[in-house]
């Protein structure tokens, strides 16, 4: 790294950042001026590190396009004065928050690194301390060229740093908190941070943009065993939808029932879009493979491939905001941040 790199420290909430009300006995958010001044290490760094805060901390649960949509704005009003940028956030819709930010930023060459914590910082086995001074790190680190090691939205997360898009939540109760299962880590830290400089996007050579119009106007349909094929029509019975995502079997199987690829098919009457997505963490969709898939692909649902869900739906909102529908389906049939492998 540098020494005249400069971080920007953005605060949106979340357990790093929380405190123990003494009169609820809950935990609520405190000042980020407060949770800086319980991390004497981050004086050591040789680069500046500067910070920001939402005037209202949320929780992650209460994470909506909205507070996308003013990250990308802090990123955008301050991307030629920072070499990186850090996010504090809650762990529960990180992964959310991770994937829409790697859509929305277009043109990306800096680090735009997401961080948080089991413990509240101020614990004393606090797990938000090494995350965030590793996160720090990360964000501030440049490649022999003297362009960013990391130019791309990721998520540091007890020694692992993970691509934003293709991150998923797999604890509440564990430090490692988070896994990838379909695409190795970028980065590992111990004694050494290794990079795995192959596995990292490269310097992006288009102008850097924010697609900041997000579609909300789309939904998420796991199949089960007795889905009621009337609920499932009723529930995609409406005027404003845009696109569904259906969460398949294994490689992208669905029943195979009139009932329901009728329904499959009056979707398709009315221009809505369906990208299949398995309910299975690991592997990926191949509409080709069975039978039950490949009603799905003669009907022309889009095979998702091995993305995950929560790339899924952001990629899914963020196309439909910002471009035509032919390009949507372009977009959903094609890797745009890495993530998903074609």
């Known amino acids: 790294?540098?020494?005249?790199?400069?971080?920007?420290?953005?605060?949106?909430?979340?357990?790093?950042?929380?405190?123990?009300?003494?009169?609820?006995?809950?935990?609520?958010?405190?000042?980020?001026?407060?949770?800086?001044?319980?991390?004497?290490?981050?004086?050591?760094?040789?680069?500046?590190?500067?910070?920001?805060?939402?005037?209202?901390?949320?929780?992650?649960?209460?994470?909506?396009?909205?507070?996308?949509?003013?990250?990308?704005?802090?990123?955008?009003?301050?991307?030629?004065?920072?070499?990186?940028?850090?996010?504090?956030?809650?762990?529960?819709?990180?992964?959310?928050?991770?994937?829409?930010?790697?859509?929305?930023?277009?043109?990306?060459?800096?680090?735009?690194?997401?961080?948080?914590?089991?413990?509240?910082?101020?614990?004393?086995?606090?797990?938000g301390k090494e995350n965030l001074l590793t996160a720090l790190e990360i964000a501030a680190e440049i490649d022999e060229n003297g362009n960013s090691r990391v130019?791309?939205?990721?998520?540091?997360?007890?020694?692992?740093?993970?691509?934003?898009?293709?991150?998923?939540?797999?604890?509440?109760?564990?430090?490692?908190?988070?896994?990838?299962?379909?695409?190795?880590?970028?980065?590992?830290?111990?004694?050494?941070?290794?990079?795995?400089?192959?596995?990292?996007?490269?310097?992006d050579q288009n102008k850097f943009k924010v697609y900041n119009k997000v579609e909300q106007d789309i939904l998420v349909v796991t199949l089960f065993p007795g889905l009621s094929n009337s609920m499932l029509k009723n529930a995609v019975d409406s005027e404003s939808l845009k696109g569904v995502i259906l969460r398949t079997y294994g490689a992208g199987n669905a029943p195979s029932n009139s009932e329901f690829l009728e329904v499959i098919e009056l979707l398709f009457k009315k221009d809505i879009v369906v990208l299949n997505v398995s309910q299975c963490a690991h592997g990926k969709v191949d509409q080709l493979k069975y039978e039950t898939g490949a009603n799905l692909e003669r009907l022309g649902v889009i095979g998702g491939g091995d993305i995950t869900i929560e790339a899924a739906i952001t990629k899914m909102m963020v196309s439909f905001g910002n471009f035509s529908l032919e390009e949507v389906k372009l977009n959903l049939n094609k890797s745009l941040r890495g993530e998903l492998t074609k």
């Open 1 to 127: 790294m540098k020494s005249s790199s400069s971080i920007l420290l953005i605060y949106t909430g979340g357990t790093i950042g929380m405190v123990m009300d003494p009169n609820t006995g809950k935990l609520k958010p405190f000042s980020l001026d407060n949770l800086l001044k319980t991390i004497p290490e981050l004086q050591k760094f040789n680069f500046e590190i500067h910070s920001t805060s939402f005037e209202n901390p949320i929780d992650s649960s209460n994470v909506s396009p909205d507070l996308w949509v003013r990250l990308c704005e802090i990123i955008l009003e301050n991307y030629n004065k920072f070499d990186g940028f850090v996010i504090l956030h809650g762990t529960d819709t990180m992964t959310y928050s991770a994937s829409a930010l790697s859509f929305m930023l277009s043109g990306l060459n800096k680090p735009v690194i997401f961080t948080g914590s089991q413990l509240p910082i101020g614990m004393v086995r606090t797990d």
């Open 151 to 203: 130019p791309e939205v990721g998520i540091y997360f007890d020694s692992f740093l993970f691509r934003g898009n293709r991150a998923h939540k797999i604890s509440t109760q564990d430090f490692d908190a988070f896994s990838s299962p379909n695409f190795p880590p970028l980065a590992k830290a111990g004694v050494d941070i290794i990079y795995k400089d192959n596995k990292i996007l490269s310097q």
